[in-house]
């Protein structure tokens, strides 16, 4: 079994690097087109049907992957942060391969293939063993339920793709009039975003391939039902530097980085999500980070992102992109629906004995369907087209992130069953 996990691992990782190459690829797809002086058309079908090919590939090697670690650890990869995200991936490349059979844009690939790259390299951020099932999670519904969930959220992630592709179409960054440097600036806002979750991946590989190590004791107060106040002492590790130390804790060891002999501030007690001192410690990694690496592609662009990206998109219709964002969310919400609702509260009354429990993460999937529900209101009753649906769409992945990762970073519940290793 473990000759068959050690190759889930190895495939998993062809996977990623397939994915990166055919984002690469749909970049020289795009660009090669504007740039060659021949046929822009006959390059486009050419490098784009390479572009494709790869992504398929990649494809095909991610669910080598998931199948073989199914069958080597003996239950559905999907139970823990490592094993979701990656099968999160997975389907938004699932939901990336439908969306391109049927509208054959592939535009569509250049702006999916990062946001996939970016959620599998976030997933081997987390302890990749595999893990017996807790007494919650032995049950067939965990198949159902996690499975339509992540499909579902995945066309939504195809969905915010395009609409940010529409959004980066119709803001013209040559424009001067106030409505136009407001759409310029949150759009500019979207690409320092991306640029952060380039720095997330710089921060924690970087160091984790420096090797480095921070350990702190920290101490716990916990008071029973009795009122009985207990003090336990916890073992907390840092990969990165701790700009953010874990609350109520001291240094036991840490490794030298510019002079730091202790945390720079400590983590609010309020966050009290699973290694929430860690998460907080790596966004802010990641912000500082991010934002050096974006002042540095500003000095050499000498213009906003958005303005260099905008020139790419001139050969897409607005109106195809904000028709394509609309139907790919429209495939997604009832299946997010049955698999983030229904089949929750049947497994939910299964496990625990009732059908809704106030769980933070239960609240977060009501609040992502309550908006996709507003989403859809609005764009079919009142008529909310283009820019403002675009902007709704790309709002709404945000939602669906933050109920994926945030709530684990801030809350404590039911459903938080992995740490992560930063």
């Known amino acids: ?4 996990l050690n190759f889930s691992s190895d ?11 055919g984002f690469i690829s749909y970049g020289m797809t795009i660009a090669g087109a504007r740039l060659t002086k021949r046929d822009p058309e006959k390059h486009i079908r050419k490098w784009g049907r390479i572009s494709y090919v790869i992504s398929l590939l990649g494809l095909i090697s991610h669910a ?25 991936a997975m389907m938004i490349m699932l939901a990336f391969v439908v969306t391109f059979a049927i509208y054959r844009k592939h535009l569509i690939g250049l702006f999916t293939l990062p946001l996939t790259v970016i959620i599998v390299a976030y997933a081997m951020v987390f302890p990749q063993e595999v893990q017996p099932l807790i007494p919650a999670l032995q049950s067939p519904w965990l198949k159902i339920h996690v499975t339509t969930v992540a499909l579902g959220e995945a066309f939504l992630a195809v969905g915010f793709a395009v609409a940010l592709l529409q959004l980066l179409r119709i803001v013209d960054f040559r424009e001067k009039g106030p409505r136009a440097r407001r759409s310029q600036r949150w759009v500019e806002v979207l690409m320092v975003i991306a640029v952060i979750m380039v720095g997330y991946l710089i921060s924690v590989f970087g160091f984790r391939a420096a090797g480095y190590e921070a350990t702190f004791l920290q101490e716990n107060v916990h008071i029973s039902n009795a009122g009985v106040e207990s003090t336990e002492t916890d073992t907390v590790v840092y990969k990165l530097p701790p700009i953010f130390k874990p609350y109520n804790s001291h240094v036991q ?31 802010v990694w990641s912000i500082i980070i991010g934002l050096i690496l974006y002042a540095l592609i500003r000095v050499i662009i000498r213009k906003p992102i958005g303005a260099v990206i905008h020139p790419l998109t001139r050969g897409m219709d607005p109106d195809d992109l904000d028709e ?13 629906t049955l698999g983030g609702l229904v089949f929750a509260m049947i497994w939910a009354y299964l496990a625990w004995s009732r059908f809704w ?25 009142r008529g909310w087209h283009g820019e403002k649906s675009a902007w709704l769409a790309v709002i709404g992945f945000i939602v669906v992130m933050f109920t994926l990762v945030g709530v684990n970073l801030v809350l404590v519940g039911l459903h938080s069953y992995a740490g992560v290793d930063n």
């Open 1 to 4: 079994m473990n000759a068959l």
């Open 11 to 21: 495939v998993f990782l062809v996977a990623f690097f397939l994915y990166c190459l």
């Open 64 to 88: 080598t992957s998931f199948i073989t670690r199914w069958i080597g650890g003996g239950h559905i990869p999907t139970s823990n942060m490592y094993e979701f995200m990656s099968f999160f």
């Open 253 to 283: 060891e840490m490794d030298s980085f510019l002079g730091l002999k202790d945390g720079l501030f400590e983590t609010p007690h309020w966050m009290k999500g699973v290694d929430a001192a860690r998460k907080w410690n790596t966004i």
């Open 324 to 336: 394509i964002s609309y139907r790919i969310i429209a495939i997604g919400y009832p299946i997010f």
């Open 357 to 381: 429990g106030w769980d933070p993460k239960e609240v977060w999937a009501l609040i992502t369907w309550l908006y996709y529900t507003a989403y859809l209101h609005l764009r079919l009753s």
